[in-house]
């Protein structure tokens, strides 16, 4: 057993939307038969991250991030704060309604919408859930494979960042540090660099970085050629390697992108030196 317990959610909300609307009154996507249909989906959540659940539809993952991915069949798929992930499906050559779900992770909120053709009848969907999912994990990630993969090449540096913070005082730093104390990552354009983000904490944080898109190559020290994205979740304990080419000059903010953390100090900065 843990000695801590993991934190899933530390912000409350009175509703979780879809395009501005809960399932008391989602919006209603109309789709012909055997329509294939590509879902492009955005997680403008301040602190919440989600299961996207497309039910008795199978999905397939076909990007995340905005970058192509080898296509990972599923029906339920992890969407962070600050995420985007793109499903393709195909409408059941018959009339009926599907909702596609957004599940708030360790909980039983949920929100979503609808893809319904003519004639399918739409039953309302409870915005509540019968059970409580399981917090977001690192299976989905270690199985993604990007569909344009960096250039194999060493790292000119390596930067271990480790993540912390706790609910007691609610503090949450980058290397020990919050920002207006933060240490700079200095890079050289030109650089391959890897970053080893630890977390140290008893929450998940999804970290994003400005300005450049990045490969997961490493989960847990296992080194692997993983998806290129712009935000990766790191769950309590675990280790996300992440490699970037420097080839855009500028000094870009390197964050959680729970906003409520990064708020309360856990940002820093990639900064471009001569």
């Known amino acids: 057993s843990m000695a801590m317990p993991m934190d899933v959610n530390d912000i409350e909300y009175d509703a979780y ?5 809960t399932l008391d009154d989602p919006q209603v996507f109309a789709v012909e038969r055997n329509d294939q249909v590509r879902l492009r989906l955005i997680n403008g959540a301040t602190a919440t991250a989600f ?16 970058d192509p991915i080898v296509p ?11 995420q985007r992930i793109d499903i393709r499906l195909r409408i059941p050559n018959e009339a009926g309604a599907w909702p596609i779900l957004a599940l708030r992770e360790g909980s039983i909120e949920r929100t979503g919408f609808v893809l319904a053709t003519r004639g399918g009848a739409v039953k309302r969907i409870a915005p509540v859930g019968d059970q409580a999912t399981p917090a977001l994990d690192l299976i989905f990630e270690s199985s993604l494979v990007a569909a344009k993969p960096l250039a194999v090449t060493p790292a000119d540096r390596n930067q271990p960042i480790e993540i912390g913070g706790t609910m007691q005082g609610y503090s949450w730093t980058l290397n020990g540090k919050t920002w207006g104390n933060h240490q700079p990552i200095p890079v050289r354009k030109g650089e ?6 630890r977390n140290a904490s008893m929450m998940g944080h999804p970290m994003h970085l400005h300005g450049h898109h990045f490969q997961v190559v490493a989960i847990d020290g296992r080194r692997f050629a993983g998806a290129v994205r712009d935000t990766v979740w790191v769950p309590p304990m675990r280790e996300v390697t992440v490699a970037f080419d420097a080839a855009n000059p500028g000094t870009w903010a390197f964050h959680c992108h729970h906003l409520y953390h990064m708020t309360t100090g856990m940002m820093t900065v990639v900064e471009y030196t001569a």
Do not use: C, Q
Request: proline fraction near 3%.
């Open 192 to 197: 391959r660099i890897e970053l080893m983000l």
């Open 72 to 82: 990972l069949r599923g029906h339920r798929f992890p969407l962070a704060m600050g």
């Open 17 to 21: 939307l879809a395009n501005d609307r």
């Open 51 to 66: 299961w996207i659940d497309t039910g008795s539809i199978e999905g397939e993952a076909i990007a995340v991030d905005g």
